[in-house]
């Protein structure tokens, strides 16, 4: 009786084992076709709103997108007062694209000067910086930009 009790245990643990990292297998595929849905609702959005063609949309080309107007500086991150497609890729690799461009000394963090050059950053610099050393590196800064996303 004790065995056959055990051995339940033991399937029924296996068991939710197994379910459980299923559900991160899941929870990995469910984010992969998210983020190739967004890419896909991205691009057609883009192509609806860049009337010339140009493949760049100008602050004009943006009104009445309130997502788009709001974060219109964000996502330009390198200043140029246009958005082009990859300025719209999701999370990592824009995040990624834009710490090297923010970094301008190259030292692999961003410092307060360089953050300047950023006004949401800027704003957002002390918040983000968690071990209180004046720089972000690109761990705080992807902790950034997740808590923007939730």
């Not at 991205?42 to 107007?69: C, H, I, P, S, T």
């Not at 307060?112 to 705080?140: K, V």
Request: aromatic share 6%.
């Amino acid at each position: 009786m004790l065995f056959r009790t055990l051995r339940l245990l033991l399937c029924c643990w296996l068991l939710s084992l197994g379910v459980g990292l299923l559900g991160a297998d899941r929870a990995q595929a469910q984010t992969t076709s998210e983020e190739r849905a967004y890419q896909q609702r991205m691009q057609q959005l883009f192509g609806k709103l860049d009337r010339n063609g140009d493949q760049r949309l100008q602050r004009q080309e943006v009104q009445g997108q309130a997502y788009l107007e709001r974060h219109f500086e964000r996502l330009d991150s390198r200043n140029r007062g246009y958005l082009t497609p990859d300025d719209l890729q999701p999370g990592e690799a824009r995040s990624e694209r834009f710490f090297s461009q923010a970094d301008r000394n190259g030292d692999g963090r961003i410092d307060r000067r360089e953050a300047e050059a950023h006004s949401w950053l800027q704003r957002h610099c002390r918040r983000a910086d968690r071990n209180g050393d004046d720089t972000l590196d690109r761990q705080e800064l992807r902790g950034l930009s997740e808590q923007r996303r939730r």
